[in-house]
């Protein structure tokens, strides 16, 4: 049996995050293919709240969504090889922690969903609770589906 997903809950939460410090700035910042940065840690946060809410995973909700809408909260445009943006992959999740703990009080598994959300990339970077696990493979998923939507309106 499907659990019906409670998007009231998802938007009251996202309301805290969405819109509030610098978190328009992400709408000027492409992640994968044309997607915007805002839109992806949108996506996301979605895809990884109807997963845990869907097979009934035992987590905080809370935490998963606000950790999942700031995952890339690094605030810049990575694609520019002259900005010194090298590295991205390995190293943005701290450029995104850092500014998540400057304009949002997190939780330690918000923490840990932000700083780890590139494993096994940043293998170091090992995600330690449920929800941190959870946006991991929703990222890694909601990725993919960006990255190949480019390749699909060229085929």
Same mark, same amino acid.
């Given at each position: ?69 700031? #995952?890339?909260?690094? %605030?810049?445009? /990575?694609?520019? !090889?002259?900005?010194?943006?090298? =590295? ?28 780890? #959300?590139?494993?096994? %990339?940043?293998? /170091?970077?090992? !995600?330690?609770?449920?929800?941190? =696990? ?22």
């Amino acid at each position: 049996m499907t659990k019906t997903i409670d998007d009231q809950l998802f938007f009251e939460v996202a309301g805290q995050v969405i819109g509030k410090a610098r978190y328009d700035e992400m709408k000027n910042c492409i992640s994968h293919s044309d997607i915007t940065v805002y839109q992806h840690c949108i996506k996301v946060a979605y895809t990884a709240y109807s997963f845990a809410v869907r097979h009934e995973i035992p987590c905080d909700l809370r935490a998963l969504i606000r950790g999942a809408l700031l #995952h890339d909260y690094y %605030l810049y445009d /990575w694609h520019d !090889p002259n900005k010194g943006f090298r =590295w991205h992959g390995f190293k943005h999740h701290r450029f995104a922690l850092r500014n998540a703990e400057r304009d949002f009080p997190l939780t330690g598994r918000e923490r840990n969903i932000i700083y780890s #959300h590139m494993f096994p %990339l940043t293998f /170091w970077c090992l !995600p330690k609770c449920r929800e941190a =696990w959870i946006v991991t493979l929703a990222d890694k998923r909601v990725a993919a589906e960006e990255t190949l939507k480019k390749y699909r309106k060229k085929a």
